[in-house]
Protein backbone atom coordinates (compact mmCIF):
# COMPACT_ATOMS: atom_id res chain seq x y z
CA UNK A 1 0.00 0.00 0.00
CA UNK A 2 0.97 3.55 -0.26
CA UNK A 3 0.05 6.03 2.65
CA UNK A 4 -0.20 9.64 1.99
CA UNK A 5 -0.50 11.17 5.39
CA UNK A 6 -3.06 9.20 7.28
CA UNK A 7 -4.63 7.95 3.63
CA UNK A 8 -4.12 4.58 2.69
CA UNK A 9 -3.92 3.48 -1.35
CA UNK A 10 -4.22 -0.03 -1.99
CA UNK A 11 -4.13 -0.94 -5.61
CA UNK A 12 -7.85 0.37 -6.21
CA UNK A 13 -9.35 1.12 -2.65
CA UNK A 14 -8.96 3.85 -0.84
CA UNK A 15 -8.83 3.53 2.91
CA UNK A 16 -7.02 4.54 6.26
CA UNK A 17 -5.32 1.98 8.77
CA UNK A 18 -7.65 -0.68 10.04
CA UNK A 19 -10.28 0.14 7.05
CA UNK A 20 -8.30 0.05 3.90
CA UNK A 21 -11.53 -0.59 1.62
CA UNK A 22 -13.49 2.69 2.53
CA UNK A 23 -13.59 3.48 -1.10
CA UNK A 24 -13.15 0.85 -3.92
CA UNK A 25 -12.63 2.47 -7.03
CA UNK A 26 -12.25 -1.23 -8.61
CA UNK A 27 -15.23 -3.63 -7.57
CA UNK A 28 -17.31 -2.96 -11.05
CA UNK A 29 -16.24 -0.45 -13.78
CA UNK A 30 -17.55 3.00 -13.41
CA UNK A 31 -18.38 2.99 -10.01
CA UNK A 32 -17.61 4.18 -6.78
CA UNK A 33 -18.43 1.70 -3.91
CA UNK A 34 -18.14 3.38 -0.40
CA UNK A 35 -18.31 0.18 2.06
CA UNK A 36 -19.74 2.12 4.79
CA UNK A 37 -21.72 4.72 5.68
CA UNK A 38 -21.18 8.11 2.98
CA UNK A 39 -22.09 11.61 5.12
CA UNK A 40 -22.66 14.67 2.90
CA UNK A 41 -22.89 18.13 4.50
CA UNK A 42 -24.25 19.27 1.12
CA UNK A 43 -26.87 18.78 -1.94
CA UNK A 44 -26.61 15.24 -3.33
CA UNK A 45 -27.06 16.12 -7.63
CA UNK A 46 -27.90 13.25 -9.87
CA UNK A 47 -27.03 14.39 -13.56
CA UNK A 48 -28.09 11.29 -15.57
CA UNK A 49 -31.09 11.75 -17.65
CA UNK A 50 -33.07 9.31 -16.47
CA UNK A 51 -31.48 8.66 -12.30
CA UNK A 52 -32.59 5.99 -9.88
CA UNK A 53 -31.81 5.30 -6.00
CA UNK A 54 -31.69 1.12 -6.01
CA UNK A 55 -31.41 -0.28 -2.67
CA UNK A 56 -30.42 -3.84 -3.47
CA UNK A 57 -30.15 -5.09 0.14
CA UNK A 58 -32.82 -7.88 1.73
CA UNK A 59 -34.37 -5.70 4.28
CA UNK A 60 -35.52 -2.19 3.97
CA UNK A 61 -34.64 1.25 2.24
CA UNK A 62 -35.57 4.05 4.73
CA UNK A 63 -35.49 7.76 3.81
CA UNK A 64 -35.84 10.16 6.70
CA UNK A 65 -35.27 13.51 8.12
CA UNK A 66 -35.51 15.47 11.54
CA UNK A 67 -37.88 17.92 10.06
CA UNK A 68 -39.51 16.10 6.82
CA UNK A 69 -38.42 14.51 2.84
CA UNK A 70 -39.82 16.37 -0.04
CA UNK A 71 -40.89 13.99 -3.23
CA UNK A 72 -41.22 16.56 -5.98
CA UNK A 73 -44.10 18.95 -4.08
CA UNK A 74 -45.08 16.13 -1.76
CA UNK A 75 -44.04 16.29 1.76
CA UNK A 76 -43.53 13.35 4.20
CA UNK A 77 -42.79 13.84 7.72
CA UNK A 78 -44.01 11.12 10.38
CA UNK A 79 -47.03 9.36 9.32
CA UNK A 80 -48.01 12.93 7.75
CA UNK A 81 -48.00 13.00 4.14
CA UNK A 82 -49.24 16.53 2.48
CA UNK A 83 -47.62 19.53 0.87
CA UNK A 84 -45.66 22.95 1.69
CA UNK A 85 -48.71 25.01 3.94
CA UNK A 86 -50.75 21.57 4.42
CA UNK A 87 -48.70 19.43 5.60
CA UNK A 88 -51.54 16.98 7.54
CA UNK A 89 -53.38 16.28 4.19
CA UNK A 90 -52.98 12.58 5.09
CA UNK A 91 -52.08 11.02 8.40
CA UNK A 92 -51.59 6.95 8.27
CA UNK A 93 -52.09 4.92 11.44
CA UNK A 94 -52.31 1.04 12.13
CA UNK A 95 -56.05 0.37 9.74
CA UNK A 96 -57.20 3.83 9.27
CA UNK A 97 -55.89 6.71 6.23
CA UNK A 98 -57.78 10.17 7.86
CA UNK A 99 -57.90 13.43 5.33
CA UNK A 100 -57.27 16.45 6.55
CA UNK A 101 -59.67 18.33 3.51
CA UNK A 102 -61.40 16.70 0.42
CA UNK A 103 -61.41 14.35 -1.58
CA UNK A 104 -62.11 15.03 -5.34
CA UNK A 105 -62.78 12.13 -7.49
CA UNK A 106 -64.07 11.30 -11.28
CA UNK A 107 -64.98 7.82 -9.47
CA UNK A 108 -64.63 6.37 -6.23
CA UNK A 109 -65.59 2.73 -4.85
CA UNK A 110 -65.26 1.36 -1.57
CA UNK A 111 -65.84 -2.02 -0.57
CA UNK A 112 -65.66 -1.46 3.38
CA UNK A 113 -67.00 0.85 5.66
CA UNK A 114 -66.34 4.39 4.78
CA UNK A 115 -66.75 6.86 8.01
CA UNK A 116 -67.01 11.08 7.05
CA UNK A 117 -67.04 13.74 9.75
CA UNK A 118 -68.47 16.23 7.67
CA UNK A 119 -70.11 17.63 4.92
CA UNK A 120 -69.78 15.20 1.62
CA UNK A 121 -70.36 17.04 -1.32
CA UNK A 122 -70.97 14.59 -4.75
CA UNK A 123 -71.46 16.23 -8.00
CA UNK A 124 -71.84 13.54 -9.69
CA UNK A 125 -74.55 10.49 -9.49
CA UNK A 126 -73.60 7.93 -6.12
CA UNK A 127 -74.41 4.48 -6.60
CA UNK A 128 -74.97 2.33 -3.58
CA UNK A 129 -75.59 -1.15 -3.93
CA UNK A 130 -76.21 -1.61 -0.11
CA UNK A 131 -77.98 0.43 2.90
CA UNK A 132 -77.45 3.84 3.22
CA UNK A 133 -77.28 4.51 6.93
CA UNK A 134 -77.97 8.21 7.95
CA UNK A 135 -78.00 9.18 11.92
CA UNK A 136 -78.67 12.62 11.18
CA UNK A 137 -81.09 14.93 8.99
CA UNK A 138 -80.73 14.02 5.04
CA UNK A 139 -81.36 17.47 2.96
CA UNK A 140 -81.94 16.83 -0.66
CA UNK A 141 -81.98 19.25 -3.51
CA UNK A 142 -84.16 17.44 -5.92
CA UNK A 143 -86.72 14.48 -6.45
CA UNK A 144 -86.80 11.34 -4.26
CA UNK A 145 -87.08 8.46 -6.93
CA UNK A 146 -88.00 4.81 -5.69
CA UNK A 147 -87.28 2.03 -8.33
CA UNK A 148 -88.67 -0.89 -6.58
CA UNK A 149 -91.84 -2.32 -7.93
CA UNK A 150 -93.32 -2.53 -4.46
CA UNK A 151 -91.72 0.54 -2.94
CA UNK A 152 -92.29 1.62 0.88
CA UNK A 153 -91.48 4.31 3.32
CA UNK A 154 -91.46 2.91 6.92
CA UNK A 155 -90.80 4.83 10.38
CA UNK A 156 -89.42 2.69 12.59
CA UNK A 157 -89.44 5.01 15.79
CA UNK A 158 -91.58 5.31 18.72
CA UNK A 159 -93.32 8.24 18.14
CA UNK A 160 -94.44 9.78 14.93
CA UNK A 161 -94.16 10.34 11.03
CA UNK A 162 -94.51 13.85 9.26
CA UNK A 163 -94.29 14.71 6.04
CA UNK A 164 -94.47 18.47 5.04
CA UNK A 165 -93.68 20.93 2.88
CA UNK A 166 -92.57 24.07 4.95
CA UNK A 167 -93.63 26.74 2.30
CA UNK A 168 -96.40 24.44 -0.58
CA UNK A 169 -98.36 21.26 -0.24
CA UNK A 170 -98.21 17.56 0.14
CA UNK A 171 -99.35 15.36 -3.00
CA UNK A 172 -100.56 11.71 -2.54
CA UNK A 173 -100.99 10.91 -6.03
CA UNK A 174 -103.73 12.86 -7.28
CA UNK A 175 -104.91 14.25 -3.32
CA UNK A 176 -103.48 17.55 -2.31
CA UNK A 177 -102.54 18.08 1.47
CA UNK A 178 -102.42 21.86 2.29
CA UNK A 179 -101.96 22.94 6.35
CA UNK A 180 -104.98 20.87 7.52
CA UNK A 181 -106.91 21.28 3.98
CA UNK A 182 -107.81 17.96 1.46
CA UNK A 183 -108.01 19.01 -2.09
CA UNK A 184 -106.50 18.08 -5.99
CA UNK A 185 -104.68 20.70 -7.97
CA UNK A 186 -106.79 23.67 -8.80
CA UNK A 187 -109.66 23.25 -5.81
CA UNK A 188 -107.10 22.75 -2.97
CA UNK A 189 -110.05 23.07 0.08
CA UNK A 190 -112.44 20.72 -0.94
CA UNK A 191 -112.32 19.37 2.83
CA UNK A 192 -111.27 21.73 5.67
CA UNK A 193 -110.43 19.81 8.86
CA UNK A 194 -109.27 23.24 10.87
CA UNK A 195 -110.93 25.99 10.07
CA UNK A 196 -113.70 25.11 12.76
CA UNK A 197 -111.96 22.95 15.84
CA UNK A 198 -113.74 19.47 16.21
CA UNK A 199 -115.65 19.69 12.41
CA UNK A 200 -115.05 18.65 8.84
CA UNK A 201 -115.53 21.17 6.45
CA UNK A 202 -116.17 20.40 2.93
CA UNK A 203 -116.21 23.46 0.73
CA UNK A 204 -118.38 21.67 -2.23
Same mark, same amino acid.
Given at each position: ????????????????????????????? $????????????????????????????????????????????????????????????????????????????????????????????????????????????????????? !?????????? $???? !????????????????????????? $???????????????????
Amino acid at each position: FVDVELVRFTDAKIGISGDTDMIDLGTTA $GMVTVNGDLKATGDLTLTTAAASITHSGGTSLSISSDGFVAVESVEFAGANIGISGDTNLMVLSSGVLTVDGKVVAHEFESTVAVTHGSTLDVAGATNLTNTLDVSGATTLGSTVEL !LANAATVTHS $GTTS !LTISSTAGFVDVELVRFTDAKIGIS $GDTDMIDLGTTAGMVTVNG
